[in-house]
C-alpha cells in the first residue's frame, strides 16, 4: 500500500509518507476489517439467532440497531480520552474490549441479553473511527489523506466481501460440540479481535515523535509540513467549543449528510444477506458468497473514486455522483427478480460504501485542527445514528409488509436528498479551504482575504467560544 508522492514536498517528507503508507496505513486496514466484521456479522446470523432466541423481525433491528446508540453516546468522550491517553493506548484498548464482547454475542440467550450486548459493543467500539481520521491528520499532509482515508475504508468493504464467506461456513459448524453454528461464529471471529488488539499495541505509535522508524530529518520536514497547512488556515486565538460547533450551518449539513449515508450503507449490509436468502434454495455458505459480489464491486469503486478524488482536488461532485448512483441502485431493486435485485445492489453498494470515504476528506479540509478531533467525533457519533434508524426501520417495515421493498424505495429517497445537500457544502477541495469574510465589510469593496479573526463567521468556520 505505498504511495505515489508528488514532487510538491520535500525528499524527507515523501520518504516519510511512503514509510506511512508501508506501515501505519495497512495496520488500520486490518483493524477496521475485524471491527466491521464484529459489527456486521450479525446480518449472517440472523435467521438462526431469531429462531433460537426468539426475535421478531422488529427485534432484531432494534437490537442491530442499538449498537449506534451507544456509539454516538460515547464517542466524544471516547475521543477526548484518546487525546488524553494517547493513539496507541486508546485503540489498544478499544480493540480488545470490542474483541471481548463479540465473542460474548455467543452466549445470547434472551432479547434482553442480546440488546444489553448489542450496546455494550457500541459503548466498546466508541471512538475508533473518529481517532483513525484525526490520527490521519496529524500524520499525513492534506494531498495524501484522501487516498489513506480510502484505503483504511476499504477494510469495511474487504470487510463484507470475507465476512459472508467465513460466516457461512463458520454457521455450518452448527452442532459441533453441542453449539449452534451463530454462536461459534460470533466466538471464533471475536477472539481474533482480541489477538489483533496486542498485535497493534506492539506496532502502533501515538504520534510522529515516537515513530523509530522515521530518520529524525523525516520526522521534522513531516512535522513541519502538517504545521505549515494548518497554519495558512485561518483559525481564532481561543479554543474552539466543541458545543458550538452544532451552531455552525456547514456542520449541520455535513453530520446530515453523514447521517444519511449510514442509513443507505447500514440498511443494505444488515439486509442484504436476508434479500440474497429471498432468491431461495441456497445454503448459508452459498448466501455468503453471494452477498461477497455487490463488497467486491464495492472495493473497485472506493479505491478508483478515492484516487479520482485526489487527482482533481475536487471532492463534492464525486460525492454527489455517488450518492444518485447508490439511489438509483435501490430504486432498481425494487422492481427486478431477485437475481438482478442482486445486481442492483452492486450499484448501490458502488454508491454509498465509496462516498463515505470521499465524505470524510470534506470536514478535514473545513475543521481548524483544534477542532478536528472534537467536529469528527460530533459529525461521526450523530452521523452514526443513521446506523440504528436504517435496521431498526427495515425490521419493522419487514414486520407490517412481509417485505423489504418500502424500505429500498425509503433508501432512494434519502440518497437523492443527500447527493442535493452536497451541492451546499463548503471545503472539499485544495483549492476550497475554510475562507471567512470579515464581520463587518462595505458592501460595494471586496472581501480582503480572511484573517484569524474572522473563523467565527458562519457558514464559513467552525463556530468558536
Same mark, same amino acid.
Request: hydrophobic share 50%.
Given at each position: 500500500?505505498?504511495?505515489?508522492?508528488?514532487?510538491?514536498?520535500?525528499?524527507?517528507?515523501?520518504?516519510?509518507?511512503?514509510?506511512?503508507?508501508?506501515?501505519?496505513?495497512?495496520?488500520?486496514?486490518?483493524?477496521?476489517?475485524?471491527?466491521?466484521?464484529?459489527?456486521?456479522?450479525?446480518?449472517?446470523?440472523?435467521?438462526?439467532?431469531?429462531?433460537? *432466541?426468539?426475535?421478531?423481525?422488529?427485534?432484531?433491528?432494534?437490537?442491530?440497531?442499538?449498537?449506534?446508540?451507544?456509539?454516538?453516546?460515547?464517542?466524544?468522550?471516547?475521543?477526548?480520552?484518546?487525546?488524553?491517553?494517547?493513539?496507541? *493506548?486508546?485503540?489498544?484498548?478499544?480493540?480488545?474490549?470490542?474483541?471481548?464482547?463479540?465473542?460474548?454475542?455467543?452466549?445470547?440467550?434472551?432479547?434482553?441479553?442480546?440488546?444489553?450486548?448489542?450496546?455494550?459493543?457500541?459503548?466498546?467500539?466508541?471512538?475508533?473511527?473518529?481517532?483513525?481520521?484525526?490520527?490521519?491528520?496529524?500524520?499525513?499532509?492534506?494531498?495524501?489523506?484522501?487516498?489513506?482515508? !480510502?484505503?483504511?475504508?476499504?477494510?469495511?468493504?474487504?470487510?463484507?466481501?470475507?465476512?459472508?464467506?467465513?460466516?457461512?461456513?463458520?454457521?455450518?459448524?452448527?452442532?459441533?460440540?453441542?453449539?449452534?453454528?451463530?454462536?461459534?461464529?460470533?466466538?471464533?471471529?471475536?477472539?481474533?479481535?482480541?489477538?489483533?488488539?496486542?498485535?497493534?499495541?506492539?506496532?502502533?505509535?501515538?504520534?510522529?515523535?515516537?515513530?523509530?522508524?522515521?530518520?529524525?530529518?523525516?520526522?521534522?520536514?513531516?512535522?513541519?509540513?502538517?504545521?505549515?497547512?494548518?497554519?495558512?488556515?485561518?483559525?481564532?486565538?481561543?479554543?474552539?467549543?466543541?458545543?458550538?460547533?452544532?451552531? +455552525?450551518?456547514?456542520?449541520?449539513?455535513?453530520?446530515?449528510?453523514?447521517?444519511?449515508?449510514?442509513?443507505?450503507?447500514?440498511?443494505?449490509?444488515?439486509?442484504?444477506?436476508?434479500?440474497?436468502?429471498?432468491?431461495?434454495?441456497? !445454503?448459508?455458505?452459498?448466501?455468503?458468497?453471494?452477498?461477497?459480489?455487490?463488497?467486491?464491486?464495492?472495493?473497485?469503486?472506493?479505491? *478508483?473514486?478515492?484516487?479520482?478524488?485526489?487527482?482533481?482536488?475536487?471532492?463534492?461532485?464525486?460525492?454527489?455522483?455517488?450518492?444518485?448512483?447508490?439511489? $438509483?441502485?435501490?430504486?432498481?431493486?425494487?422492481?427486478?427478480?431477485?437475481?438482478?435485485?442482486?445486481?442492483?445492489? $452492486?450499484?448501490?453498494?458502488?454508491?454509498?460504501?465509496?462516498?463515505?470515504?470521499?465524505?470524510?476528506?470534506?470536514?478535514? !479540509?473545513?475543521? +481548524?485542527?483544534?477542532?478536528?478531533?472534537?467536529?469528527?467525533?460530533?459529525?461521526?457519533?450523530?452521523?452514526?445514528?443513521?446506523?440504528?434508524?436504517?435496521?431498526?426501520?427495515?425490521?419493522?417495515?419487514?414486520?407490517?409488509?412481509?417485505?423489504?421493498?418500502?424500505?429500498? *424505495?425509503?433508501?432512494?429517497?434519502?440518497?437523492?436528498?443527500?447527493?442535493?445537500?452536497?451541492?451546499?457544502?463548503?471545503?472539499?477541495?485544495?483549492?476550497?479551504?475554510?475562507? !471567512?469574510?470579515?464581520?463587518?465589510?462595505?458592501?460595494?469593496?471586496?472581501?480582503?482575504?480572511?484573517?484569524?479573526?474572522?473563523?467565527?463567521?458562519?457558514?464559513?468556520?467552525?463556530?468558536?467560544?
Amino acid at each position: 500500500m505505498s504511495a505515489v508522492v508528488p514532487e510538491i514536498h520535500p525528499p524527507a517528507v515523501q520518504s516519510a509518507i511512503r514509510k506511512i503508507f508501508r506501515r501505519v496505513v495497512p495496520l488500520f486496514f486490518v483493524m477496521f476489517v475485524a471491527n466491521y466484521m464484529d459489527r456486521v456479522n450479525l446480518g449472517f446470523a440472523q435467521d438462526e439467532l431469531r429462531a433460537d *432466541v426468539g426475535l421478531s423481525a422488529a427485534a432484531f433491528g432494534l437490537g442491530a440497531g442499538i449498537f449506534f446508540i451507544a456509539y454516538a453516546i460515547f464517542e466524544v468522550p471516547s475521543n477526548m480520552l484518546m487525546e488524553r491517553f494517547g493513539a496507541k *493506548v486508546w485503540l489498544t484498548r478499544i480493540m480488545i474490549t470490542w474483541g471481548i464482547v463479540a465473542t460474548a454475542m455467543a452466549f445470547v440467550n434472551s432479547v434482553e441479553t442480546f440488546y444489553a450486548l448489542r450496546f455494550l459493543l457500541g459503548v466498546a467500539e466508541a471512538g475508533f473511527f473518529p481517532a483513525v481520521i484525526y490520527y490521519f491528520s496529524r500524520w499525513l499532509p492534506d494531498s495524501h489523506r484522501g487516498r489513506a482515508t !480510502s484505503i483504511f475504508l476499504m477494510g469495511s468493504g474487504t470487510a463484507t466481501v470475507i465476512v459472508g464467506p467465513i460466516s457461512g461456513a463458520l454457521l455450518e459448524m452448527h452442532g459441533v460440540w453441542g453449539h449452534s453454528g451463530w454462536q461459534w461464529m460470533f466466538f471464533i471471529e471475536g477472539i481474533f479481535s482480541v489477538v489483533l488488539g496486542f498485535v497493534v499495541y506492539r506496532f502502533l505509535d501515538s504520534g510522529i515523535e515516537s515513530a523509530t522508524w522515521l530518520t529524525e530529518e523525516e520526522k521534522r520536514e513531516l512535522v513541519a509540513t502538517i504545521d505549515a497547512e494548518q497554519d495558512a488556515r485561518p483559525t481564532a486565538d481561543t479554543r474552539v467549543s466543541r458545543w458550538k460547533l452544532l451552531a +455552525d450551518p456547514q456542520m449541520l449539513l455535513f453530520l446530515w449528510i453523514y447521517f444519511a449515508i449510514n442509513v443507505a450503507l447500514y440498511a443494505v449490509t444488515f439486509w442484504l444477506p436476508s434479500i440474497v436468502d429471498d432468491i431461495g434454495g441456497l !445454503s448459508s455458505f452459498q448466501v455468503g458468497l453471494l452477498t461477497s459480489v455487490p463488497w467486491l464491486c464495492a472495493i473497485a469503486a472506493v479505491f *478508483v473514486s478515492g484516487r479520482l478524488s485526489d487527482r482533481i482536488g475536487k471532492r463534492r461532485p464525486i460525492l454527489m455522483a455517488l450518492l444518485v448512483l447508490g439511489g $438509483c441502485g435501490t430504486l432498481l431493486a425494487v422492481f427486478v427478480s431477485p437475481w438482478a435485485g442482486l445486481g442492483a445492489l $452492486c450499484l448501490a453498494a458502488m454508491g454509498f460504501k465509496p462516498a463515505s470515504p470521499i465524505f470524510w476528506t470534506i470536514p478535514q !479540509s473545513y475543521l +481548524d485542527a483544534r477542532a478536528a478531533a472534537p467536529g469528527i467525533a460530533l459529525i461521526n457519533s450523530i452521523g452514526n445514528l443513521g446506523g440504528f434508524v436504517a435496521p431498526t426501520a427495515f425490521g419493522l417495515i419487514e414486520d407490517a409488509t412481509g417485505s423489504t421493498k418500502g424500505g429500498l *424505495v425509503g433508501l432512494t429517497v434519502v440518497g437523492f436528498l443527500a447527493a442535493l445537500s452536497v451541492l451546499f457544502v463548503r471545503g472539499g477541495g485544495r483549492n476550497d479551504r475554510i475562507r !471567512s469574510r470579515p464581520a463587518k465589510a462595505p458592501a460595494a469593496a471586496p472581501a480582503p482575504k480572511a484573517t484569524p479573526g474572522a473563523a467565527r463567521t458562519a457558514g464559513h468556520g467552525p463556530a468558536t467560544a
